[in-house]
């Protein structure tokens, strides 16, 4: 392979006198972890092997024959035939070192005018890119399931909680679509962390560019990539692309985690608010009763580790000069992990919201628990002059005497009422009751069955 001989067996060993030890080669070596670079650094060294031919850099034909070998490589990986070695280091050195099995001594003209620090970086972008898009699909495929589950029980009325107290009734659609909302906002912030990768490192070299005439607009418009970086050291240096990922990834776990706590709270024997279908479920090894909602507590469970991936990062990288540092191999760990974390969470979660119904009747009770339309009672006194302080006040009293008398609101008779205030009328028994409540909230982004209809329409057209 290389023409002259070295001592070690590394492309880099020319000047050492022995090989590393034993313990070094292991702690050095990240194949383990970024043999999933492998397509997008085949991807970057095909492009990048026609670009130097293209700029009279290298032959045409050696060009060819890097990138038949290179497919070969591919090949060779997809059918599992190819031997990742810990010895050869990384996924680049992996690659390199079979290529000059493949071609021979035309291998070494590939890794003109890089190096392995943009090579690395360039790649990494690549699959974040790569993920992303995979994720939004994920995300996209949950938006729907929800979208199903809420149109299906557009009508269901239950507590809406603040502090985990009854607050005010909702519907239990428009309680579905506040977690949609949370989702479209990942769904476009991953389009966002797309948009911010989009420039192209490659050409940067190890930090100070290169003295060969390379073409970088060329190698950004065949990688996919909007423009060329600007400034070679940072190129090298940067990792905000993977940082970026990874609160993304965050945050959507965080919102599936929250979706799971609510599950998990709605399927308690306490609340007993949705059934949730045996094949979500587990069993205990002791209890032979037991249903367990397993799955919704690996959803919140597993967001532990994709927050401390974000964190893992972000402490890697705040001690860093620039440039490149070999404690940024340590990125890639992180990065996958949340990614196949996330992407079998929104998978597990599009399945939990197919697989749950409510109890439509212990919802609409308990939605009427907790005296839920005492507020109504307070609007409809500020509507006939009272001020809000003082209707909150006169309101008050009416939830004590229903309290006294052990009955909810809409139970108490006219007489009561009259006794708050002489400007309650009969219409008042009306405002009680929770469906009037919740037809009642007709501001923008409210909960009456009008706008929650409105808002399906509008967020089935988007998610189509
Ligand atoms: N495997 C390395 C990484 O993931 C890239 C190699 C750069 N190595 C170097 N010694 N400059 O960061």
Not at 292 to 307: H, M, Q, V, W, Y
């Amino acid at each position: 392979m290389n023409n002259k001989k070295t001592k070690t067996n590394f492309v880099w060993g020319s000047r050492m006198d022995s090989s590393p030890s034993a313990l070094v080669t292991k702690v050095n070596s990240s194949i383990k972890i970024d043999y999933e670079l492998y397509k997008q650094d085949i991807m970057c060294s095909i492009v990048h092997s026609k670009m130097l031919a293209k700029q009279n850099i290298i032959k045409v034909d050696v060009s060819n024959k890097i990138i038949k070998g290179l497919r070969q490589i591919q090949k060779e990986i997809q059918k599992n035939k190819f031997k990742f070695s810990e010895i050869n280091e990384d996924i680049h050195q992996n690659i390199e070192k079979r290529l000059f099995e493949i071609i021979g001594y035309e291998a070494g003209f590939l890794h003109i005018a890089r190096s392995r620090n943009d090579q690395v970086t360039t790649d990494f972008k690549l699959w974040v890119i790569d993920a992303s898009k995979n994720l939004i699909v994920e995300i996209k495929n949950l938006i729907k399931s929800i979208l199903k589950l809420a149109e299906k029980n557009k009508n269901v009325i239950m507590p809406g909680f603040t502090h985990l107290k009854n607050a005010q009734p909702v519907l239990f659609s428009h309680h579905l679509l506040a977690y949609i909302e949370m989702f479209k906002r990942d769904y476009y912030k991953f389009i966002n962390v797309i948009d911010n990768s989009s420039e192209n490192p490659l050409g940067s070299a190890a930090l100070a560019g290169t003295s060969f005439n390379i073409d970088r607009n060329f190698t950004s418009k065949y990688l996919g990539f909007k423009k060329a970086t600007s400034n070679s050291i940072d190129a090298v240096s940067d990792r905000d692309y993977a940082l970026e990922f990874l609160f993304v990834s965050s945050l959507c776990s965080m919102h599936l985690s929250r979706l799971a706590e609510e599950i998990i709270i709605w399927n308690s024997d306490i609340v007993n608010m949705i059934k949730i279908n045996d094949n979500m479920l587990t069993g205990s090894s002791i209890m032979p009763q037991k249903k367990n909602p397993d799955s919704a507590e690996l959803l919140r469970g597993k967001t532990g580790s994709i927050f401390g991936n974000l964190n893992t990062l972000l402490v890697t990288m705040k001690g860093l000069p620039l440039s490149y540092f070999k404690d940024m191999q340590e990125d890639k760990k992180p990065v996958f992990e949340s990614y196949h974390t996330l992407i079998l969470n929104l998978k597990i979660a599009k399945e939990l919201i197919e697989n749950i119904s409510p109890n439509k009747k212990i919802m609409e009770e308990l939605a009427n628990d907790g005296y839920t339309t005492a507020t109504d009672f307070a609007d409809y006194l500020v509507k006939k002059g009272l001020s809000f302080r003082d209707a909150h006040v006169k309101s008050a009293k009416l939830v004590n005497i229903a309290e006294k008398k052990n009955i909810s609101l809409d139970k108490l008779n006219f007489s009561e009422i009259k006794k708050i205030h002489p400007l309650a009328k009969e219409d008042a028994l009306n405002i009680l009751k929770i469906k009037n409540s919740v037809a009642s909230k007709k501001s923008y982004g409210g909960t009456s069955y009008k706008n929650v209809v409105k808002m399906l329409k509008k967020l089935k057209k988007e998610f189509k």
